[in-house]
């Protein structure tokens, strides 16, 4: 303890805090830590060992205890404090504050070493603007360490060196760069391997050291001074942990996982008919089509808020959505949470009292691109009332998602109020707790449906309400292909592990068929498949001409083919966090190479994955991680660990590598998910010498209900490869939930990276003669419930 200390004073030497700022005394009650100073108060609370909380309460201020993001319950953590003559410690299993009493100073260490220590901490300035807000909370940083985090941007992968506004904004038809979007969220976090959340939902700004002083700064107009501080000893262990603390998503229901048809916008219900018609004729794998704006309204302006349907074009929408049910197509209507003056519903709103107010009291109205406008006030328990039975009556109507657009909210005078305090303090909040407010209708009235919420603006934690967030108004051009990869990687670190794009390019007129194949190529590797865009081109696959139409079925039907290893993503990112696009420096923390990088990312564990962003590419340069060698997903060509390589590009497809060990299972392509089943499946293992043994699983459900994991409604299949001697052994077995009933299943082995046929194959001990096809040997294997499958190859 006291090389402990005398680290930690030698340390605040070179950072002295606020010298205004006096220790007085400290408390332990609860085992929350109340540090009295001069100024005000400071609590520190853990939540578990790897997090901590930190507020602090200015004199004549009152607590303010409602957190929008966090909703992890402290955990019942030992917290230890002890106190020398300049110092208290205080202390859990990982995490370790310390408190230096003159000059005053906060530092956070982990594993005896400090992470983050606070410079000025909080500050009140005498200003108070969007420009220049009041309070500040200070942080010092190494000269090091990169910084991720701030929300949607596209900036680069380390965003230091940027000062960033927190205030949710769509960006129409950007490109490479982009620095203020649709997600502000108040978190960063550092190569070193931890996370500061700013638990606040003001307006404001995030200052990561644009000044090249080595200061990080949160800057805000008003509220909570709380911060969290997480740590890790891994990325995926980072990004669990901050999880946990904001929530994590709720398995999505698998035909989220398959293709949207989607454009601004189909006109009438014979345009939807026909074009799902279009997609099974030409044998299209399709699961959902998006109804933009014309089902409410026939033209753009004037017409939102109606939220009701246009019956002129959509004559018979209950038996429009029943004919699309019984093709396995569910439908999915735009919302926004403008009511036009102009609109059916505008007079209800008023008297209903559901809409944000001027200082009167009176209905707030303004103009916007859509017209003369007022807006739901989703903090208002009535708004939400009001709103949530819009969304009930056409549920049971059949309706099966929900897209959520304009969320920001796009247009949001700060003269307005809210009942949960002016436009500026919510702001950033109103599209979270807009999917909260869908979230949590669906849980009292459709208990036994997974919600699809599909929205262009959130905060810390959306993920948590089951958003599903998408990267805005992007450009139809190659510029706006570029910036993708790196906005979803960037997303899915921070939470929201479904961030993706309108596949092919939204805003714009550009026509580029070898654009929207390598957009579509991507989209395979990406969270959510949904080509959409304005109408001046395209974006159904059904519409292009026949040698595009061909080359964007082949990479549909893949998205279909590996809908099992994707549907075990996106379980693994409910019950862990992880996301399912990952930065390669997830795999190789101390490569200061792969910081900034995100030309290459991990999908999943297993595939390493190269968007092609850029016309006429015939080759590129491909960083294959060192932990294993790789396999080309197309030809099976080996490439070792921890080089980097040039490699040749085919038109039909983008660089696609497995991890040697792993294990891949796909089914056939199917028409849409209902037709899902494992009954039959391929099972891919990767053999590779580098590699004495791997594991792998898929997870199973039914795809529709929620929560089938906590409730025993599952199914995992496990694998294993254990490699000693040249004899390869897999292993296969189930673990079944308690109520889920598992059937029998026919697994094809596919054993890649095999040179010659082996000289002896045997199943649970039976020689059996198996197939080989150049490299790779075909094993069948019957996988029953409650039995063990072990396959032994002799190479």
Known sequence: MKKLILVLFITSLSFAQNANRKYQSYSLVNN?????????????????DKIIETSFLPIGEKSNSNSHAVVLVPENVTFKVKQSENMVVCSTKGITVSIQKSPFQISYLYNNKEVISEKNGYVKRGTNSKEQPQETIEFNLEATESLYGAGARALGMNRRGNRLELYNQADYGYGTHSKKMNFSIPLVMSSKMYAVHFDNGAIGYLDLDSKKDNTLVY??????????????????????????????????????????????GYHSQAEVAKTIDKYLKDEIPVDAIILDLYWFGKTVQGTMGNLDWDK??????????SDLNSKGVKTILIT???????????????????????????????????????????????????????????????????????????????????SQGTADEVHNIYGHNWAKMINEGYKKDFPSLRP???????????????????????????????????????????????????LGGFA???????????????????????????????????????????????????????????????????????????PLFFEEPTNEKLLNSCDSYLWGNDFLVTPITKAGVTNTTIYFPKNNNWYDFYSDAKYEGGVAENVVVSADNIPVYVRGGAFIPMIKTIQNTTKYSLSSFDLHFYYDEKTPSSFGKLYNDDGITPNDFEKGAYEILNFSNSTKDKVITLKMNTTVGK???????????????????????????????????AKTLEVPVILKQGMDNEIKIQL
């Not at 929350?32 to 578990?48: V, W």
């Not at 890790?232 to 669990?240: E, F, K, P, R």
């Not at 009511?339 to 809409?355: F, G, P, Y």
């Not at 299943?745 to 003669?769: C, R």
């Open 312 to 321: 002129d074009n959509f004559s018979d929408p209950k038996k429009m959505i």
């Open 219 to 264: 800057e805000t107009i008003s509220g909570r001074k709380i911060y969290q501080v997480v740590v890790g000893d891994t990325w995926a262990d980072l990004t669990s942990n901050y999880t946990s603390l904001t929530g994590r998503q709720p398995l999505i229901p698998r035909w989220a996982l398959g293709n949207f048809s989607s454009r601004f």
């Open 508 to 582: 714009g007129d550009y026509f580029d068929n070898e654009l929207y194949v390598r957009w579509l190529q991507y989209g395979v590797f990406q969270p959510i498949y949904r080509p959409h865009a304005q109408e001046d081109v395209p974006s159904e696959p059904v519409n292009k001409d026949i040698v595009t139409k061909g080359k964007a079925k082949k990479q549909i039907e893949l998205r279909y083919q590996m809908l099992p290893y994707n549907y075990t993503l996106a379980f693994e990112n409910n019950n862990k966090g992880l996301p399912l696009m990952r």
């Open 739 to 773: 109520s889920f009933v598992s059937n029998d299943k026919n697994v094809t082995v596919l054993v890649h990276n095999i040179a010659v046929k082996p000289s002896k194959i045997t199943i649970n001990g039976n020689a059996v003669d198996c197939k080989m096809n």
């Open 452 to 502: 699809f919420i599909l929205m262009r603006a959130g905060y810390s934690g959306s993920q948590h309400y089951g958003m599903i967030p998408w990267s805005g108004d992007v450009s139809r051009s190659w510029e706006g292909l570029q910036s993708q990869p790196e906005i979803a990687l960037q997303m899915g670190m921070q939470g929201m592990g479904y961030m993706h794009s309108d």
């Open 32 to 48: 929350i830590l109340e540090i009295k100073t001069s100024d005000g108060n400071y609590l520190i609370k853990p939540y578990s």
């Open 336 to 418: 926004e949470p403008f009511i036009l003056t102009t609109s059916s519903k505008w007079q209800e709103a008023v008297d209903k009292k559901v809409l944000a107010t001027d200082n009167l009291g009176n209905p707030f109205k303004y103009d916007f691109y859509f017209g003369n406008t007022g807006l739901v006030d989703v903090f208002k328990p009535e708004g939400k009332t009001w709103f949530w039975n819009i969304y009930k009556n056409l549920i049971n109507q059949g309706v099966g998602g929900w897209w959520g657009d304009l969320g920001e909210p796009e247009v949001f005078p700060s003269a307005a109020f809210t």
